[in-house]
């Protein structure tokens, strides 16, 4: 589960985790807003009804849901657990908000959080984008504060200075975390003493 | 803390550790044998008297410690809390029953396991070596029967099957563990809001 506020390079930082690993699979959330032209149900949103998705929080069959802009966005526990149940690792884009609920709904997950080097540089990447106006640069930065204050509880910090040294840390987060013990326990099996 | 059965490869990996990480120490154990020829008080070891040992153990001040013939070897608590106030990782390499006593006395060590692929890996690897004699190898096989039977309390296990593997994925955990928000939440710092 990734969060950063924007302008952290999550975006490229969450590609190079795709390129690494081809068998890292992005979750597809559930979502009530319209399909967008180019947009494939099941791959990048499972487009479902207003009602179905409420349908979907009185069952709690959802591990994190918001409302953005009137739309409902969220992941099903389905998901998650099919994906645990067949070994494969998925990887959640996914705000801060939402974290804290999975975090709640799913505690096996491992939550990292992309932290710029300080906020000038955020500032700074914000505004060489050139394409927000200036109110919109503010709320952005206003919203990184708010997200970056409660990020503490994140397994895993990843300061996004140089690049490449966050592109190698993010990975070694997920070699890592292949390693722990109540991932590998199994590999002890085959060393059971059967009347050695 | 590292820990391994004899044969699994753990002076490499160590060795790929230290070459990798400019700034990790190995840690420098007490010890009451003789110094031999070639090694360094304080490099190698520091030697000490039977006495200045058992004092050590009287006074706690050991966060484990073994007999290993007829001699006595202990790591000192200062040696780890001074690394720690000076932000220094230290590698330790270390048996199965010096790790656990370790993770009772010093818990916010990383605890590594490397195993072999399988026993059938493991008994050639140790014949390869064409050192041992046969009830040797057989004494060895035992003893990594029993550490790999006490191994499913460490942090991490790593196979070392593919030592270039094991390798990139030993060098992960450190990589991973030196983001761990524990140690990295001091990064939060400069993001407190200061009157923005």
């Given at each position: 589960m990734v969060s950063a506020p924007s302008g952290a390079g999550k975006t490229s930082l969450c590609q190079e985790l795709i390129d690494t690993f081809p068998d890292l699979r992005q979750s597809v959330s559930f979502t009530t807003r319209q399909k967008r032209e180019g947009e494939e149900d099941g791959v990048d949103y499972h487009f479902i009804s207003s009602e179905a998705f409420q349908e979907k929080i009185r069952q709690q069959q959802l591990a994190e849901w918001a409302e953005v802009h009137g739309n409902l966005y969220g992941t099903s526990l389905e998901t998650l657990n099919e994906a645990a149940a067949q070994g494969i690792d998925l990887l959640l884009d996914i705000d801060c908000q939402g974290a804290a609920q999975l975090k709640k709904n799913y505690q096996q997950g491992v939550f990292v959080f992309i932290l710029p080097p300080d906020y000038a540089e955020l500032e700074k990447r914000l505004r060489h984008r050139?394409?927000?106006?200036e109110d919109v640069i503010q709320r952005r930065l206003k919203n990184s504060e708010q997200e970056i204050s409660q990020s503490?509880?994140?397994?895993y910090l990843v300061v996004n200075d140089d690049i490449n040294l966050a592109k190698d840390n993010f990975i070694a987060i997920i070699k890592a975390e292949r390693c722990r013990s109540h991932r590998t326990?199994?590999?002890l099996n085959k060393f059971t003493i059967k009347g050695r």
């Open positions: 050139g394409t927000d106006d503490r509880w994140y397994d326990a199994h590999l």
